[in-house]
């Protein structure tokens, strides 16, 4: 069968895409999740995954066309009848993708990656007819998205550009617009579903002609992965049982939890990656002691597989080694896995009955994100904490100077979190070592200061926003921008790529009294900077030669640091930096 590629939505105003590059050819295989294409939008550029495993059989659009969101620039030939040699007669004739006709769809049910849905069509329904609507990609990690909410209703009549559903990311809720003008004929998933980024979720008939042609009954909508997968499980037993050695087995079947979950300890497992583990019998407890060298620490098929061979090896020189010693099992993991699955796995913690003095709240979604989050990182980084004071004396002068100007030339309030941001950016300017991330065994130094900031929403829940560039701001451009970012998540008006895209963050707990912490790295950054409350208190300065004590603001500093690639040293030295421009700051030598 032959599965669509769409061109995806990659933020709420964003309409069209233009294709930088093609990464598969045609005739060439595929495999679920690997990157297919790479696309540019004016919010974001980014890679484009396969939706399915296959061959890629057609291309619709060339390098350097720009498309509609929806449009349908590829297709894949599944490997539910990818035994066929070439590509279909019908994709022959067409000698360009610029000559190809507008893409028609088949009479045969086309399936969604994920969600098996036969088409409810008849011959009189013409290309462009019907439009489907698929799960938006919200963000470079986000894989699947919740359906919070159908604003529209089968029949109803919408507009394109105009709201048609709610939907929930582990980045941001947002609103999903309907990418074309007409009726809402098919709904593919029901409210609370969590769907995989790429699904078709609705149908919108565009024409009367298509709107007759879905009167038909609907068939239920199947899910799951049965047609897909199924055959990739198939293929993938099947070689798994032509690369294991035709001898009778010394070690007895592993023991564990051989069901992959699609989460687990803060890690995901895409579809292809749990498929090939529950073929070749690799349990949970082995994944989790493999180094993952996707984004953010993901485990990709490339490492299960160079995982297996392994295992092979081990296997066999275990074997050869058996006549000459003690015919004993051979271990099925590596000797240090057990050790490895400790450190990476968190305590099982009894559950306790507290009895009826209690109140039980289950965490909410957004909740158990955040504390997934908060796991990962700690066991992806090892966390060092330096702190400092600063007298921020002259940066509460300026303000209590400047405040009431401020608010009526800018029209926004001056609050102290730009002064410390400004602080911030021109501390790691001098450190560019500290504004890093880490991917596998490689440090990425990135060119700009991408600075995110810590925000608390209404219901007690946090998001992250980014303010890209900062180090082009000055102390007025990062308070609208810190202002413009901080009121939207309030109000979950913030986009997908106002979320991402971070390279090192500010915690402001001032506000709430905190006199000094150590925060948790927002991976996969290296570092994090908290500011906290500010106090008057008596310090000894030396003035003229004499010491002193005066009454100053003073504050404390922290900075958290990731110390693979980030030793005390640099640390410290980047803390100094930020101290030295937080004093440096006074009503005389502010620029606003």
């Given amino acids: 069968m032959k599965v669509d590629v769409v061109m995806p939505k990659m933020g709420e105003s964003v309409q069209e895409g233009k294709i930088l590059r093609w990464v598969k050819n045609i005739g060439e295989r595929v495999e679920r999740d690997e990157v297919l294409l790479e696309i540019s939008t004016d919010k974001v550029d980014t890679e484009v995954p396969s939706p399915a495993s296959g ?17 349908v620039i590829a297709r894949i030939e599944t490997e539910v009848t990818e035994n066929i040699p070439a590509p279909a007669p019908s994709a022959a004739p067409s000698p360009t993708p610029q000559q190809s006709p507008p893409p028609v769809r088949e009479e045969t049910p086309i399936p969604s990656p994920v969600v098996a849905v036969p088409k409810a069509t008849s011959p009189s329904v013409e290309a462009g007819q019907l439009v489907d609507v698929v799960m938006p990609k919200m963000g470079e990690s986000v894989q699947e998205g919740k359906i919070l909410r159908w604003v529209k209703n089968i029949g109803e009549r919408v507009e394109r550009d105009e709201v048609l559903l709610e939907i929930s990311t582990d980045k941001v809720d947002t ?18 579903d969590t769907v995989e980024v790429g699904t078709v979720i609705a149908r919108i008939a565009t024409s009367t002609v298509a709107m007759q042609a879905t009167q ?5 909508v199947s899910t799951g992965t049965s047609s897909v997968e199924s055959s990739v499980r198939a293929q993938q037993t099947t070689n798994g049982t032509a690369a294991t050695p035709s001898v009778t087995p010394v070690a007895p079947a592993p023991t564990g939890t051989t069901k992959i979950p699609r989460q687990h300890s803060g890690r995901f497992y895409s579809p292809l990656v749990r498929t090939i583990a529950e073929a070749e019998g690799v349990t949970l407890e082995e994944l989790e002691t493999i180094q993952g060298t996707g984004l953010e620490g993901r485990v990709t098929k490339s490492d299960l597989l160079r995982y297996l061979e392994q295992r092979k090896s081990r296997r066999q020189s275990v074997e050869v080694s058996t006549p000459t010693i003690a015919p004993t099992p051979s271990p099925t993991i590596p000797p240090t896995s057990a050790a490895a699955s400790t450190a990476t796995t968190p305590p099982q913690i009894p559950k306790t009955t507290w009895g009826p003095e209690v109140d039980i709240i289950p965490m909410d979604r957004v909740r158990q994100l955040i504390a997934e989050h908060m796991v990962r990182s700690k066991h992806t980084s090892p966390h060092v904490t330096s702190v400092a004071e600063a007298d921020v004396t002259g940066i509460i002068r300026a303000h209590q100077l400047f405040r009431e100007e401020f608010q009526q030339r800018e029209g926004i309030k001056l609050t102290l979190t730009p002064f410390f941001a400004k602080a911030i950016v021109d501390g790691v300017r001098q450190y560019p070592m500290v504004n890093v991330s880490v991917e596998g065994t490689n440090i990425v130094v990135h060119r700009n200061i991408n600075l995110s900031f810590a925000t608390l929403l209404p219901d007690g829940n946090l998001i992250v926003p980014v303010v890209k560039k900062a180090q082009l701001l000055n102390i007025t451009g990062l308070a609208h921008a810190i202002t413009d970012l901080a009121t939207r998540a309030r109000n979950k008006k913030l986009n997908p790529d106002e979320i991402q895209g971070g390279t090192i963050s500010l915690t402001n707990m001032g506000p709430w009294g905190s006199l000094f912490g150590t925060p948790v790295i927002n991976q996969p950054q290296a570092a994090i900077i908290g500011v906290y409350a500010v106090q008057k208190r008596p310090v000894v300065k030396e003035i003229n030669g004499e010491d002193v004590i005066m009454i100053r603001h003073m504050m404390y500093v922290t900075i958290t640091y990731d110390h693979r690639v980030i030793d ?17 700051m006074n009503p005389e030598t502010v620029q606003l």
């Fill in 568 to 584: 005390g040293a640099l640390g410290s030295s980047c803390l100094r930096a930020i101290v030295q421009a937080l004093e440096s």
């Fill in 216 to 220: 038909a009954p609907a068939q239920p």
């Fill in 55 to 71: 061959t890629l059989v057609e291309r619709l659009a060339n390098e350097g066309d720009t498309v509609e969101v929806g449009t």
């Fill in 175 to 192: 609103e999903v617009p309907s990418p074309a003008s007409g009726v809402l004929v098919e709904r593919l998933a029901n409210e609370g």
